[in-house]
């Protein structure tokens, strides 16, 4: 982390879990673990069916909502899907894009993660833009190329003006949901890249003030280690978001020092 030139947020990502109705108490329960985040900016990104529910259960905490994905045309004849402004219009506030389950599962390409980032910045969203290698790629040892490739084509087109309200999310596919962390060096190592990535295309003042966290099983134990490396601000959070207890741990880690 380096709070003096940017800022760290602490994200989680429900995924395809939990109800609607189970987001009351999960606040409340939040609520008195963790009264304040002191520097980190926290946000739930939830299921387009929680939206609601979730605004209104951290209405008066400083918690933000974020939605998993959009669909990258401004509006239309696409049955089912859910655009930036209809996302922006319920006041949510981040979205996360190109998670590696939509990659994988959904065909998501860095031509349409590239599209979506765009959309969400059209409407004055924050884009979580993830970006990570197979365990194939990095045993070929191939990430530093690849994450800037997929760096490269999220942020095509973006003007600097923008650069401020991207995310960018390191979450090496083989950790997320199976246990395995990055070691603290390794996920350094890419956020670091990144960050040169980010530097040599829009400068060093940008680069500087960009939020770059890391993501694959960061939990309550390894969270303080991760974040106390230079370039990792914070932590994009699956699992360990659905668990009051463990999500609070992770924001006090974040607020130490
Ligand atoms: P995990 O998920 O924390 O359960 O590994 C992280 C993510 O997919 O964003």
Redesign the pocket.
């Known amino acids: 982390m380096n709070r003096k030139y940017r800022k760290t947020i602490i994200a989680g990502?429900w995924?395809m879990n939990m109800l609607a109705s189970q987001v009351k108490p999960f606040a409340e329960e939040l609520k008195t673990l963790n009264p304040r985040a002191k520097w980190c900016e926290t946000v739930f990104c939830v299921p387009y069916v929680m939206i609601p529910a979730a605004l209104k259960a951290f209405k008066d905490s400083r918690v933000a909502i974020g939605a998993e994905n959009l669909n990258e045309n401004p509006k239309g004849a696409f049955t089912g899907e859910v655009s930036a402004a209809m996302l922006a219009d319920l006041g949510v506030k981040y979205v996360?894009i190109g998670?590696?389950?939509r990659r994988q599962y959904y065909g998501e390409t860095d031509i349409s993660v590239n599209k979506k980032v765009h959309a969400a910045l059209e409407a004055g969203l924050n884009p979580i833009v993830?970006v990570g290698e197979s365990l194939e790629q990095r045993e070929m040892d191939i990430t530093l190329e690849l994450i800037t490739l997929q760096v490269k084509a999220a942020l095509a087109g973006v003007p600097a003006e923008k650069m401020r309200r991207i995310v960018i999310?390191y979450?090496p596919i083989w950790?997320?949901?199976?246990g395995k962390t990055a070691t603290a060096e390794q996920a350094n190592e890419v956020c670091c890249a990144i960050r040169t990535v980010i530097r040599k295309l829009y400068g060093a003042r940008i680069a500087r003030a960009t939020t770059i966290q890391y993501?694959?099983?960061?939990?309550e134990k390894n969270a303080r280690e991760l974040l106390a490396q230079p370039d990792i601000d914070g932590g994009?959070?699956?699992?360990?978001?659905l668990v009051p207890e463990k999500f609070s741990a992770i924001i006090d880690a974040a607020n130490q020092e």
């Open positions: 990502n995924k996360i998670h590696s389950e993830c999310a979450e950790a997320i949901g199976t993501g694959g099983s960061m939990n994009l959070i699956g699992g360990a978001s």
